[in-house]
């Protein structure tokens, strides 16, 4: 057996999971030094922005819930601008991939570290790979400054999340798994990583479809999607 021979490099965000996980998004912000966050979210999620938001009480600069699939650049740009006008030092962007990739583009703007919280099982939040469309063209880029400071996986925010949509957020997470175990820049680390998360999706998933408010199921998903998007966050494309 030739010795192991690999680099991997750790994402550097801080975890917490669990059911009522929200509950500690004011103590995160503490931690991190931060005083007034934006709160983003689609439309579609603008109930639960303002719960949020009213939670985090004067640690909130408001909300805004423009976020849309692909990141349009004349919506990042009124989101730069609104975060600008409100003093804001961070954004908590809630939801899927387009209210964290809105942060992702306020980020790359302005620098301002992002809180996310995920409530489909897309990944973005793991990754520091970045999105905007202009003119119909999307470019993307790749950065660490849009890489969240903190993610909060908390499965009672899933709740609303549709069957079908979760089981087919649940298999794009699966793909980023399987395109790691492929990857040219692939290490046991990484592997493991991908195993496991595919592990946790594949038994949670047929539960959701059973039982679509099994909290305990939809934590297991939110597991395995994590694990599967820092495998896509440390990996390059390879199928």
């Known amino acids: 057996m030739s010795p192991l021979s690999f680099t991997y490099q750790a994402l550097p965000m801080r975890v917490v999971l669990g059911a009522g996980a929200i509950r500690s998004l004011p103590d995160e912000i503490d931690r991190l030094g931060l005083r007034r966050a934006l709160v983003l979210c689609s439309p579609e999620q603008d109930e639960t922005g303002r719960m949020i938001a009213a939670a985090l009480g004067d640690r909130s600069a408001g909300v805004l819930a423009q976020a849309r699939m692909h990141v349009p650049i004349e919506v990042a740009d009124q989101a730069r601008e609104r975060a600008r006008e409100l003093g804001a030092d961070a954004c908590v962007a809630v939801g ?21 919280v995920p409530t489909t099982y897309a990944g973005s939040e793991m990754t520091p790979v970045w999105g905007l469309t202009e003119n119909g063209r999307k470019r993307t880029g790749s950065d660490p400054r849009v890489l969240p400071a903190s993610v909060i996986y908390d499965p009672e925010l899933t709740l609303t999340l549709p069957v079908a949509m979760s089981v087919t957020s649940g298999m794009n997470a699966i793909a980023h798994a399987v395109e790691a175990l492929y990857a040219p820049d692939a290490t046991p680390v990484i592997s493991l990583m991908a195993e496991e998360g595919v592990r946790a999706l594949t038994g949670a998933l047929p539960t959701l479809v059973r039982t679509s408010d099994d909290v305990d199921a939809r934590s297991t998903a939110q597991y395995g999607a994590w694990l599967c998007g820092a495998c896509l966050g440390a990996t390059t494309m390879s199928l």
């Open 96 to 116: 899927g991939g387009s209210a964290i990739g809105l942060g992702k583009a306020i980020a790359l703007e302005h620098g301002l570290p992002i809180i996310a």
